[in-house]
């Protein structure tokens, strides 16, 4: 291991600065609902700090892992993902909550498969397409492999079902794909072929076909389908320019559901205002120009290959979840990184923030 001193400081001070919010917030939003379920108002506290120290030694490790040598690993990571989202459905292992099979189940702990597929699949495009170079422009060579990959990951996906988590890794997989060259008419001719399953498996499956017209109208079932949008919004209003004050929520009360998970940007929206919701945007909007910067700079491939795709992942996800707690996204289970509840999500995003620091040190006095 081998790191300089030359850290992106911005990226690790924005990091921080989140990751401590977010705890302050999953206490805040969740302490009530704690105390009524576990007779324990620090429940979800406990175990989210526990989550931020093995974080942190995750990104540490991550850091000062020289970041050429996920090279080596990409593959096998990748089937190793493979075969954790496939250990869900096997009795035993998978854990269904609100009607998902989404995490699995071990002593003293759950996992979720999905987040680690997330890094797994950027980490082995990197690989791949930094060695393809430009063979990526061919079909059968270059572009179709990929999409065998990403059709079994989405399958897996949209099984258990987590639509939100599949279009995120489509999302990023073809991106990916077109800003190492791939042609730009294979991948709008993928899209167009995806339309009609795109459409069965939203418009044709009830709970979604109700979750898109709610989004459209959250007020015409505002009691039902509508509730989780409607009482979003309702948070935003009630907390205004400057908030009702850390911990002075209301909508956290059992009225918004998964207040310290999902909507945890609503809770702050009502309890920090407008004020606390520009500069949550602004912190991940700067987090993601660092990143994009980093990327841009690495001379190495692999490094700004995996720079981007990582930055694109941290991001994505952001703008869907504050999209959808502002009602501007149809809602989606995916949590807000570095401030929702959960340890996989969490230990996660900072280890992908300690890989995005390891490139800015190769960058030497280039920044």
Not at 110 to 138: C, D, F, G
Request: contains cysteine; aromatic residues 12%.
């Amino acid at each position: 291991m081998n790191l300089r001193r030359d850290v992106d400081t911005t990226m690790l001070l924005l990091s921080v600065c989140l990751i401590c919010l977010g705890i302050v917030m999953v206490y805040s939003s969740s302490a009530i609902r704690a105390d009524r379920v576990y007779g324990d108002g620090f429940y979800f506290l406990k175990r989210q700090l526990a989550f931020a120290i093995i974080g942190f030694l995750a990104m540490v490790f991550t850091t000062y892992f020289n970041y050429r040598n996920w090279r080596k690993l990409a593959v096998f990571g990748l089937i190793l993902s493979v075969c954790l989202l496939g250990l869900l459905f096997v009795p035993g292992f998978g854990m269904k909550s609100h009607g998902a099979l989404r995490w699995l189940r071990f002593p003293g702990f759950n996992l979720q498969p999905a987040e680690l597929v997330k890094v797994a699949l950027v980490m082995y495009l990197a690989h791949s397409l930094t060695r393809k170079k430009e063979k990526v422009r061919s079909f059968t060579n270059g572009y179709l492999p990929y999409m065998i990959v990403l059709a079994v990951l989405l399958a897996l996906l949209v099984k258990q079902p987590d639509l939100g988590s599949a279009i995120i890794i489509a999302s990023i997989a073809m991106v990916m794909l077109f800003v190492a060259g791939a042609r730009w008419l294979y991948l709008f001719s993928t899209v167009l072929i995806s339309l009609p399953a795109v459409y069965i498996l939203v418009y044709q499956v009830e709970f979604r076909r109700k979750r898109i017209l709610a989004f459209l109208d959250p007020w015409a079932d505002r009691l039902g389908d509508g509730y989780q949008t409607v009482q979003s919004l309702m948070a935003f209003g009630n907390g205004g320019v400057r908030g009702q004050g850390l911990g002075g929520g209301e909508q956290k009360l059992f009225y918004l559901p998964e207040a310290h998970t999902d909507f945890i940007f609503s809770v702050i929206g009502e309890e920090l205002g407008m004020i606390g919701v520009i500069i949550v945007a602004s912190l991940f909007l700067t987090l993601v120009i660092c990143g994009f910067r980093i990327a841009l700079q690495c001379e190495d491939p692999f490094g700004r290959n995996l720079a981007f795709g990582l930055t694109m992942l941290l991001g994505l996800e952001a703008f869907v979840n504050l999209g959808v707690c502002m009602g501007l996204l149809p809602t989606k289970g995916l949590a807000l990184p570095f401030l929702s509840y959960g340890g996989t999500s969490l230990v996660t995003s900072m280890a992908v923030v300690g890989i995005l620091l390891n490139i800015s040190s190769s960058l030497g006095g280039k920044r």
